[in-house]
């Protein structure tokens, strides 16, 4: 699904598609404990997971547009 965001890290506003995390390996334990779907930042690299109640967050909230 592409939805526009705007990453609260740098201000970039961009389209994206959430991509699945990998299932397997201890970075996708560790980073994916509430959630299997993540989207990145095209201009800071913020890789930034879906939660339960439906926001992606990393160290700042992603803003759906």
Request: proline letters at 4%; hydrophobic letters at 20%; a positive charge.
């Given at each position: 699904?592409?939805?526009?965001v705007?990453?609260?890290?740098?201000?970039?506003?961009f389209t994206a598609?959430?991509?699945?995390?990998p299932?397997?390996?201890?970075?996708?334990t560790?980073?994916?404990s509430?959630?299997?779907?993540y989207?990145?930042c095209?201009?800071?690299r913020r890789?930034y997971?879906?939660y339960?109640d439906g926001?992606?967050?990393?160290?700042?909230?992603?803003?759906?547009?």
């Open positions: 699904m592409m939805i526009k705007r990453c609260e890290r740098d201000k970039t506003k598609e959430d991509k699945p995390y299932s397997s390996g201890k970075q996708s560790y980073n994916c509430t959630g299997d779907r989207i990145d095209p201009m800071c890789r997971f879906l339960d926001s992606y967050q990393s160290d700042r909230k992603l803003t759906i547009l």
